[in-house]
């Protein structure tokens, strides 16, 4: 099944410690995302790939990390989680963004983090 | 800035009647225009989309969308709802001076009522 798969979905962690959300697509999608959701804001894009080693920020880009060193996978990192980045975090790719052929993203079932 | 407004924050319809979500955005040029669905825990599914051309825009489970250049508006429609319609819409914009990003509007929640 084409998927795009998180892990974990649910996570409870403390300020400061270290953590990695994993995000992986079996679809050769070159394009892949990250975003957040919260309350009222809707989704806010935090990084973006538009191919292996190739990375940009989003909107809210502080306090994450990515790295794109296989085609299907796109971890997101966080080196010092603070509480200000509990949200509901989700993980998108995409064959195509431009021309007749855009497809819009393929989301991720998210991962709900909570910071303490 | 870069902006995506959905005025409604819920939206309550009768089964059986028409719906419309409302979506105007902010965002320089000619964008590429999305409505996205989400059901609770669960992420976001692809419902249709506005490149060029026709401004009526069909897509998924019978959902179509209306885009109006001079008003900025891409709002989404369908002639009869059902209660399995309930759930979560976003709109989003992708700017063509840079197709990787996206701007989301903050969701309307559809209630459709038996």
């Known amino acids: 099944e084409a998927q795009v798969t998180q892990n974990p979905r649910y996570l409870i962690t403390v300020t400061g410690k270290k953590l990695t959300v994993t995000c992986s697509q079996n679809m050769n999608h070159e394009y892949m995302s990250w975003y957040r959701q919260d309350p009222g804001l809707g989704l806010r894009q935090i990084y973006y790939s538009m191919n292996v080693e190739v990375t940009d920020k989003g909107d809210v880009p502080e306090g994450y990390k990515v790295s794109r060193k296989e085609k299907r996978n796109f971890p997101l990192i966080l080196e010092s989680p603070s509480p200000n980045q509990t949200s509901l975090y989700f993980c998108?790719?995409?064959?195509?963004?431009?021309?007749?052929?855009?497809?819009?993203?393929?989301f991720g079932s998210g991962t709900r983090l909570t910071v303490v | 800035a870069q902006s995506v407004a959905q005025p409604e924050d819920q939206v309550n319809v009768a089964e059986g009647n028409p719906l419309t979500v409302k979506c105007t955005y902010s965002v320089s040029g000619n964008p590429y225009l999305f409505w996205y669905v989400q059901y609770p825990n669960r992420g976001l599914q692809f419902l249709l989309k506005?490149?060029?051309?026709?401004?009526l825009v069909k897509g998924s489970y019978g959902f179509e969308a209306e885009f109006n250049k001079s008003q900025t508006s891409f709002h989404l429609k369908k002639p009869s709802a059902l209660v399995s319609d309930s759930a979560l819409y976003f709109c989003a914009v992708s700017p063509t001076y840079n197709f990787n990003k996206f701007y989301f509007g903050s969701g309307t929640k559809l209630n459709v009522k038996p």
């Open positions: 506005y490149i060029t051309g026709d401004n």
């Open positions: 998108a790719s995409s064959r195509a963004l431009s021309g007749q052929g855009a497809k819009g993203y393929t």
